[in-house]
C-alpha cells in the first residue's frame, strides 16, 4: 500500500492548483487523475466575478468591490467559505506558478480585464496571459482581426461587427486570409495543429508577409488562440517584431490552446516542486473508516492498486466533469465515497422555463456540502471524514453561469483547502 501526505484526485484548475501549493509547502504529493482537466475546455482566463447583478449585461470592473452584494444574492456560493483574502491569494499564487513557467498572468482582483470573444462579446475576467490581455477593450484604437480560411471555428467579421455595435471605444475590422506554406491545400486545421504551425519561424515570416498589406492604421492585431504552443512565448515576441504591431489573441472553440498551455504549466511546476502525478488512472472507490479516509483504490491499465495518504482532496468537478452522476430518475450521486449530494428532489426541478437562466439552472448548484474547512458533512453538519476536503466546481452552490465565478472558486478553494491541511 503506497502512502504518502495528501493524495488530489482530478487534474483540473482546483487539483493541479492544490497539488502545487501542497509541494511547495514540502507536502509529499500525489496527483492522480483519468485524463487532463478542464483547462483544457476553458478559455484560459480566470473569472472571479464577471457580472453583479448576474443577469447584468454591463461587465464589472471591480470583482471584489461586487463580493459582499453577490453573497448577498447566492448565500450557498463557495465564496462564502473562501472570502475575499483566499481570492487574492489565490490569483498571487498562480500568478508567481505561471511566471516561474515564462507563461505570465496579467491583472488583479480589484480590476477585470474586458477581453473581446470570438462572437465579439466581452468577458470580464480577472487576470489573463499576456496573449489574452492584450486584447482588452478597454484600450481602445483599432484592431485587425485575422482568421484563416482552413481555421473553421473562427469568424472575424462576426466578431468584428458585434464590437463595433457595441461602441466600446475599440474599433474593428477584419481580414481572412488562407493559411500560407507548409498548410496549404488543408481544408481543415484544427486549433492544436495550427499552434504547432506558429512554432516555425519560417512559417511566421510567410505570414507577415501577407498580412504587411492589411496593417496600416491598426494598433492592434488580433489572432484566434493559436500563437504557439510549447514556445508561445517567442512566437508572440517573434511576431510583435515581425509585424511592428501589438499582437493579442482571442479565445475560441475547444480545444482551448491556451487554456492547454495553463494545464501543462502546472504540471510541470507540480513535478518541478517534487510532486507526483498520475494520468490515465481512475479512482474508483474509496474507504471511509472511523471518520477517515482509509484507503483509495486506483485502477490503471495493468492493475488495480491501493492507496492510502494522511490527506485526500477531491478535485473531481461537477456533473459535466464527472465530479458527480446522475440517472434519468433524477438521482445525484458522488461516486468515489458516496458522498451525500445536495440537489433538486425532482429531476423535473432541475431545470427552469429559461434556458439562458442569469442565476443558472437549479441543477447546476449541486454539489456537496462541507464545513468551513471544505470537509463533507452529513444532515446533521458532521464532518463525514476528519482527512477528506472538496474543492472546485463540486461544492455545493456553485454554477459557473451565476456571476462567472469559475477560476476564483478553483483558486480560493485550493487556497482554503491548503490551509487546512497544512494547519489541520
Not at 51 to 62: A, G, I, K, M, W
Not at 108 to 132: C, F, I, M
Not at 175 to 189: E, F, R
Request: net charge positive; hydrophobic share 45%.
Amino acid at each position: 500500500m503506497n502512502k504518502t501526505d495528501t493524495i488530489v484526485i482530478g487534474a483540473g484548475l482546483s487539483g493541479l492548483m492544490t497539488a502545487n501549493l501542497l509541494a511547495q509547502a514540502n507536502q509529499n504529493v500525489l496527483l492522480v487523475a483519468k485524463g487532463v482537466g478542464t483547462p483544457v475546455l476553458a478559455s484560459g482566463a480566470m473569472d472571479v466575478l464577471g457580472f453583479q447583478p448576474v443577469d447584468s449585461r454591463r461587465p464589472l470592473e471591480n470583482p471584489l468591490a461586487a463580493l459582499d452584494d453577490f453573497l448577498a444574492e447566492h448565500p450557498n456560493h463557495p465564496y462564502r467559505l473562501a472570502g475575499a483574502e483566499a481570492i487574492r491569494r489565490g490569483l498571487a499564487a498562480l500568478q508567481r506558478i505561471t511566471a516561474a513557467c515564462e507563461l505570465p498572468y496579467i491583472g488583479g482582483p480589484e480590476k477585470n480585464l474586458h477581453l473581446p470573444t470570438a462572437l465579439g462579446a466581452v468577458h470580464p475576467a480577472a487576470l489573463a496571459p499576456r496573449s489574452l490581455a492584450q486584447g482588452d477593450v478597454r484600450r481602445g484604437g483599432r484592431m485587425l482581426l485575422v482568421g484563416f480560411d482552413e481555421l473553421r471555428d473562427f469568424y472575424p467579421a462576426l466578431a468584428a461587427e458585434n464590437l463595433n455595435a457595441q461602441k466600446l471605444g475599440v474599433r474593428a475590422k477584419s481580414v481572412t486570409l488562407p493559411l500560407p506554406a507548409p498548410v496549404d491545400g488543408k481544408m481543415n486545421i484544427t486549433p492544436i495543429e495550427l499552434a504547432r504551425t506558429f512554432e516555425q519561424r519560417a512559417f511566421r515570416r510567410r505570414l507577415a508577409r501577407v498580412l504587411n498589406p492589411h496593417l496600416k492604421g491598426f494598433s492592434r492585431i488580433g489572432f484566434p488562440a493559436v500563437l504557439g504552443l510549447h514556445h508561445h512565448p517567442a512566437v508572440l515576441a517573434d511576431l510583435e517584431s515581425e509585424l511592428g504591431k501589438t499582437v493579442f489573441e482571442i479565445s475560441a472553440l475547444p480545444p482551448s490552446v491556451p487554456g492547454r498551455r495553463l494545464f501543462e504549466a502546472l504540471r510541470d511546476a507540480l513535478l518541478r516542486a517534487g510532486g507526483r502525478l498520475i494520468l490515465g488512472g481512475e479512482i474508483s472507490g474509496g474507504e471511509i473508516t472511523a471518520g477517515r479516509v482509509t484507503s483509495l483504490h486506483l485502477e490503471t491499465a495493468n492493475r488495480p492498486k491501493l492507496l492510502s495518504a494522511r490527506h485526500v482532496v477531491l478535485a473531481t468537478g461537477g456533473l459535466f466533469g464527472g465530479g458527480l452522476q446522475s440517472d434519468a430518475a433524477g438521482r445525484v450521486w458522488e461516486p468515489i465515497f458516496g458522498l451525500p449530494v445536495a440537489a433538486p428532489a425532482e429531476r423535473r426541478a432541475w431545470f427552469s422555463a429559461q434556458f439562458l437562466a442569469p442565476h443558472g439552472q437549479p441543477i447546476a448548484g449541486a454539489g456537496v456540502r462541507v464545513d468551513a474547512r471544505l470537509r463533507p458533512i452529513d444532515g446533521e453538519g458532521r464532518p463525514l471524514a476528519r482527512n477528506l476536503y472538496v474543492v472546485g466546481e463540486q461544492l455545493a452552490g456553485y454554477s459557473w453561469t451565476a456571476g462567472r465565478t469559475g477560476g476564483g472558486v478553483s483558486l480560493a478553494t485550493a487556497i482554503a483547502a491548503v490551509d487546512a491541511i497544512i494547519n489541520r
